[in-house]
């Protein structure tokens, strides 16, 4: 498949900058958790991470699948499907981890 390359190329670099977002907004919510109790601060934590996860994985394979997408359908080259699709996907998983981050403080102020 012509456009098996550029799709695993925009899975990887999306992948490898939502790792960079999720790891400024992680030490982020560690300085809003300041305060908290360990009990509470480690539920939040965790509670972030997974989701975090979850919404990075979806952002991947939405990354992934759009390249193709254009490819195929739209008959773009396979640059600008790349880039596009890389932005698509860091801005999807970069509000699905500030979600995250945000639910999960909500959350630990319910529990506290």
Request: hydrophobic share 55%; glycine share 8%.
């Amino acid at each position: 498949m012509p456009n098996k390359t550029p799709a695993i190329i925009s899975a990887v670099v999306t992948f490898i900058l939502l790792i960079i977002i999720s790891l400024m907004l992680s030490f982020g919510q560690l300085v809003l958790l300041n305060g908290a109790s360990e009990r509470v601060g480690s539920i939040s934590l965790v509670t972030s991470l997974i989701c975090q996860g979850g919404g990075n994985i979806l952002a991947v394979i939405l990354a992934w699948r759009l390249t193709i997408r254009f490819i195929t359908k739209s008959n773009w080259g396979n640059v600008p499907a790349v880039v596009v699709s890389v932005l698509a996907g860091t801005l999807t998983g970069a509000g699905l981890t500030f979600v995250a981050m945000i639910a999960s403080i909500l959350l630990a102020e319910q529990i506290r």
